[in-house]
């Protein structure tokens, strides 16, 4: 909602308080206030200018020669291109000086051998956008269409020296979506009065009835509606002050009918329309179903077709508008409409959703209906607006109004006790503040004994229970100013469970090795839905998706992550490390409900290491990815018990891929994808890991034991073992741990060659082994003897042989 500061003032005296303070006071109540905008900021020199000659330009046919008073003693001479400008016209002229948005700014020149100096403005370079401005002047420059005098502040004329707040309501605060909603807010929190516009129908001594009747078959999503007429009305542009303000609003200014329903909308938060009544065809309103099948063409020219599901407004015959959303082209308003017959109605909110909805129609009328808006105002609206036409228009109103009322709204009443506000809050607010803010807010209620009975004005649907009035108490008595208090209690009142820190310690781990975290949809296609599922499951399909690309539950990230891999690839991002933690959705076979595992998953693409002028370039392989997952399973005390074993998996690299076990079990994968999935896909060489994060978290762990820092050295002996190119390293390193007994301390592979001179099928493998004893220093026999136990076990197990 934008709320014109200037405006405001006509409801709510506002001395004192600039926009920027109020916008802090209403933000501070409860309603978020996104910005306040200077809708002339950035802009200054610009003054009202009369155009006293114009004459084509000597030496262009497309430019106008121009003379203009400025209120600056002699005129002065512009050259200007708009095709409307004419002799006579007060306009928009930026000074030699001024200053346009952009920090455009207007010096003297010379235009094909002509002085200009100045500039003849547009709405559009005064920073209006070109949506906003009517079509009377959507090309070319403004013209004012009242009388003003030279040299004035253009600014002011144009409104555009107000300020805008940008209010972020919520669905709740409905009542806000008004300037007099908005105002009662306004008033309430500045403990002020609020001027209710009063409007005053002076009627002709015809009568409304003998031009129209109104009747309703749909009464539960119609209980209200008015007609009111007004004949011999003169179509036109509307006065620049209505027009600005509907601007600043962000509405597009029509003609002076057209703008007067969309100023009620603003300013009673209800939806009007007006129906050009020679063209309604009938003297019968019909508030009824559509039939199905049944069309109407919108004010949009856009051919509808309609269901028992929408509400229209007929002519008794035939849909002349559907119903809160949006009018009918055969009886919209135009420049030669003459009688006017204005509709204010109250509709449910349901009706109107459903067909904005289904046509992909919504406007701020809709928008209202469907939020709620108050049924008080709805005969108080067709009032003002009869008003207003009979002022701005020239309009006569006929006598009476045509109305349908079967509406049945009891007030609604809310009591709470003094106690329980207190209670609530953590507060020691007296009953005389609580009255305060009761009676700032405009609520009608009796005190019997600290207890507030309360009714509940008709704009604040929001408000039903005991805990929305507690809410309006805390809000306009000050969230900031509420006691702050500390839990108390025997323990601490609360922790991470192991899990949880354990998963944080997982971000933060991988985040310090570079990886980015990533969020995705937990739902997918038909067509990813099972690519590098490490467990396969029947897919569990929404009952309404949003479409097709979001339809099932995802049984894993992986497919995700190379859209984010992808994305950022497309956009010349080259090098990509990135996270998630997310669930998975696994189905059951006795169960509605489909279990719940949480993974993780990564993908790396690109440069591990960025080369610098004295380092070297370190592309993302196998390997990297490997030690990141090392290092993660370090850290959470498991690396002894996790071990990886070659493995084939769908989708990728057949020898680049390998399974994750943890004790022996498997609980992911880590990989290259395949060249043809990369290729399909545009991607560069990419790794990928997932695993089961619940099982890794889950894993029992032993307590961390200390030992102390060796006081003898340790001996090492390097080996590079001849093996047939199917054995795999990590299985003689395991037989190595074996038979090297207890004096062995660690074993690591360092190097694997499979060139020259290595016989076809073979395949060379380097360990470096270190033995150790903490309360000896070894004897070179000592260790010997260990490293030949280990030189028999290999060649017993693995056929190995020494290389030479």
Not at 281 to 288: M, T, Y
């Given at each position: 909602m934008f709320v014109s500061y200037k405006w405001l003032q006509d409801y709510v005296d506002l001395a004192g308080v600039t926009a920027e303070e109020l916008a802090e006071k209403i933000t501070r109540s409860g309603i978020e206030v996104e910005g306040v905008d200077l809708l002339g900021e950035g802009i200054s020199g610009i003054v009202v200018g009369h155009v006293l000659e114009c004459e084509q330009h000597p030496n262009a046919d497309k430019l106008n020669k121009c003379l203009v008073d400025i209120g600056e003693g002699e005129p002065v001479q512009i050259i200007c291109g708009a095709p409307n400008v004419a002799k006579g016209q007060k306009v928009v002229v930026a000074k030699?000086?001024?200053?346009?948005?952009?920090?455009?700014?207007?010096?003297?020149?010379?235009?094909?051998?002509?002085?200009?100096?100045?500039?003849?403005?547009?709405?559009?370079?005064?920073?209006?956008?070109?949506?906003?401005?009517?079509?009377?002047?959507?090309?070319?420059?403004?013209?004012?269409?009242?009388?003003?005098?030279?040299?004035?502040?253009?600014?002011?004329?144009?409104?555009?020296?107000?300020?805008?707040?940008?209010?972020?309501?919520?669905?709740?605060?409905?009542?806000?979506?008004?300037?007099?909603?908005?105002?009662?807010?306004?008033?309430?929190?500045?403990?002020?009065?609020?001027?209710?516009?009063?409007?005053?129908?002076?009627?002709?001594?015809?009568?409304?009835?003998?031009?129209?009747?109104?009747?309703?078959?749909?009464?539960?999503?119609?209980?209200?509606?008015?007609?009111?007429?007004?004949?011999?009305?003169?179509?036109?542009?509307?006065?620049?002050?209505?027009?600005?303000?509907?601007?600043?609003?962000?509405?597009?200014?029509?003609?002076?009918?057209?703008?007067?329903?969309?100023?009620?909308?603003?300013?009673?938060?209800?939806?009007?329309?007006?129906?050009?009544?020679?063209?309604?065809?009938?003297?019968?309103?019909?508030?009824?179903?559509?039939?199905?099948?049944?069309?109407?063409?919108?004010?949009?020219?856009?051919?509808?077709?309609?269901?028992?599901?929408?509400?229209?407004?007929?002519?008794?015959?035939?849909?002349?508008?559907?119903?809160?959303?949006?009018?009918?082209?055969?009886?919209?308003?135009?420049?030669?409409?003459?009688?006017?017959?204005?509709?204010?109605?109250?509709?449910?909110?349901?009706?109107?959703?459903?067909?904005?909805?289904?046509?992909?129609?919504?406007?701020?009328?809709?928008?209202?209906?469907?939020?709620?808006?108050?049924?008080?105002?709805?005969?108080?609206?067709?009032?003002?607006?009869?008003?207003?036409?009979?002022?701005?228009?020239?309009?006569?109103?006929?006598?009476?109004?045509?109305?349908?009322?079967?509406?049945?709204?009891?007030?609604?009443k809310v009591s709470i006790t003094l106690e329980r506000i207190n209670k609530v809050l953590g507060t020691e607010i007296s009953n005389e503040e609580v009255s305060a803010i009761f009676t700032n807010l405009k609520f009608l209620f009796d005190v019997d004994n600290e207890t507030f009975h309360v009714e509940v004005p008709s704009r604040r649907g929001d408000i039903t229970i005991e805990e929305d009035l507690i809410e309006e108490v805390a809000r306009l008595y000050g969230y900031d100013t509420l006691p702050k208090t500390l839990p108390v209690g025997e323990s601490i009142p609360g922790k991470l469970s192991d899990y949880q820190a354990k998963r944080r310690l997982v971000r933060r781990y991988l985040e310090g090795a570079g990886l980015y975290q990533s969020v995705t949809y937990s739902l997918t296609s038909a067509e990813k839905v099972n690519q590098y599922a490490l467990e396969k499951r029947e897919p569990i399909r929404l009952a309404m998706p949003m479409s097709e690309e979001r339809s099932l539950l995802r049984l894993s990230i992986i497919p995700h992550l190379l859209e984010v891999v992808g994305h950022n690839l497309a956009r010349q991002i080259e090098s990509v490390a990135t996270y998630e933690i997310g669930s998975v959705f696994l189905s059951q076979a006795n169960s509605e409900l489909p279990e719940e595992k949480e993974h993780l998953a990564g993908a790396l693409t690109g440069s591990w290491l960025t080369p610098t002028w004295q380092g070297e370039k370190k592309t993302v392989d196998f390997y990297v990815l490997k030690g990141i997952l090392e290092g993660l399973f370090e850290k959470l005390g498991l690396e002894e018990r996790v071990s990886y074993l070659q493995a084939r998996v769908e989708g990728m690299h057949p020898g680049r891929t390998a399974a994750i076990l943890l004790d022996d079990k498997e609980i992911g994968f880590i990989g290259q994808l395949h060249p043809n999935v990369q290729k399909a896909q545009d991607l560069t060489d990419t790794f990928i890991f997932e695993l089961s994060l619940k099982d890794v978290l889950e894993a029992e762990v032993e307590e961390i034991h200390y030992q102390p820092i060796p006081r003898y050295p340790s001996m090492s002996r390097d080996i590079a073992l001849v093996v047939d190119k199917a054995v795999a390293a990590g299985d003689m390193k395991k037989v190595i741990i074996e038979a090297g007994g207890k004096l062995l301390r660690d074993v690591t592979i360092f190097d694997l060659y499979e060139g020259e001179r290595m016989e076809p099928g073979k395949k060379s493998v380097a360990y470096s082994i270190r033995y150790s004893d903490p309360e000896r220093t070894l004897t070179e026999e000592e260790v010997t003897k260990a490293h030949e136990k280990v030189l028999q076990a290999v060649a017993e197990k693995f056929d190995a042989t020494l290389r030479a």
């Open positions: 030699v000086g001024a200053v346009l948005p952009g920090n455009f700014k207007i010096k003297k020149a010379k235009l094909r051998g002509e002085e200009s100096n100045g500039m003849i403005c547009s709405l559009q370079e005064l920073g209006i956008e070109s949506k906003l401005v009517s079509k009377e002047y959507s090309e070319g420059i403004f013209v004012f269409p009242h009388d003003v005098v030279p040299g004035a502040d253009a600014l002011a004329q144009l409104n555009l020296d107000d300020q805008v707040l940008e209010l972020g309501l919520t669905p709740n605060r409905a009542d806000c979506l008004s300037m007099l909603g908005v105002a009662y807010e306004v008033a309430a929190i500045l403990g002020r009065d609020v001027k209710l516009p009063e409007p005053k129908v002076i009627t002709t001594g015809e009568k409304a009835s003998d031009y129209i009747s109104v009747s309703i078959e749909a009464n539960e999503d119609n209980p209200l509606y008015v007609a009111r007429v007004v004949k011999n009305v003169k179509i036109g542009p509307s006065p620049l002050w209505l027009q600005t303000r509907l601007m600043a609003a962000g509405i597009r200014p029509h003609n002076n009918v057209v703008d007067i329903t969309n100023y009620i909308l603003l300013e009673y938060g209800q939806p009007l329309h007006a129906f050009d009544y020679d063209r309604l065809g009938s003297k019968e309103i019909l508030v009824r179903r559509a039939r199905d099948g049944e069309k109407i063409t919108t004010l949009d020219d856009a051919e509808r077709k309609l269901t028992s599901d929408h509400l229209v407004i007929t002519n008794g015959i035939e849909p002349v508008a559907l119903a809160g959303v949006m009018g009918g082209a055969n009886s919209e308003v135009r420049n030669d409409t003459i009688t006017v017959l204005i509709e204010s109605a109250y509709f449910t909110g349901g009706t109107i959703r459903k067909a904005s909805k289904d046509h992909g129609l919504r406007s701020e009328a809709s928008a209202r209906y469907e939020k709620g808006i108050d049924s008080k105002r709805t005969r108080e609206a067709a009032d003002r607006a009869a008003a207003l036409m009979a002022e701005l228009a020239g309009g006569e109103v006929l006598d009476g109004v045509v109305a349908v009322d079967t509406l049945e709204k009891t007030p609604v």
